[in-house]
């Protein structure tokens, strides 16, 4: 069975880091490319930071310098490590893996970023 499990949000006042990961089961972890979305109340859900099965990565202008995407395909996992955070990174963050035309989303972790 897919499924996909973030976790490592939470409450952080602004500046502060934090390191969210998403655990993948049920797919070929390796073949897919990893992405992780946010969403805000009333809001789109837009790219964050995306890491391709060969390792390429992509970021949000927003989050350029602050946040770096990575992964682990011995363990299944992408992590985000998000430094330097602001109120405006308030969201709900969500993983996303891709294989071609399959896509699979996480149940979401909140992170609120206070000032």
């Known amino acids: 069975q897919v499924q996909l499990v973030e976790s490592g949000g939470g409450w952080v006042q602004a500046g502060g880091s934090l390191r969210l990961s998403c655990t993948a089961t049920?797919?070929?972890?390796?073949?897919?490319?990893m992405t992780w979305y946010r969403q805000a109340p009333g809001n789109q859900r837009d790219l964050v930071a995306q890491i391709t099965d060969s390792g390429r990565t992509n970021y949000a202008d927003s989050v350029k310098g602050r946040f770096t995407i990575s992964r682990d395909n011995a363990m299944n996992r992408v992590y985000l490590q998000m430094n330097s955070l602001k109120p405006e990174d308030t969201a709900s963050y969500y993983c996303?893996?891709?294989?071609?035309?399959?896509?699979?989303w996480g149940q979401g972790t909140q992170v609120t970023v206070s000032s």
């Open positions: 049920g797919i070929i972890f390796r073949a897919n490319t």
């Open positions: 996303n893996a891709r294989s071609g035309p399959l896509s699979r």
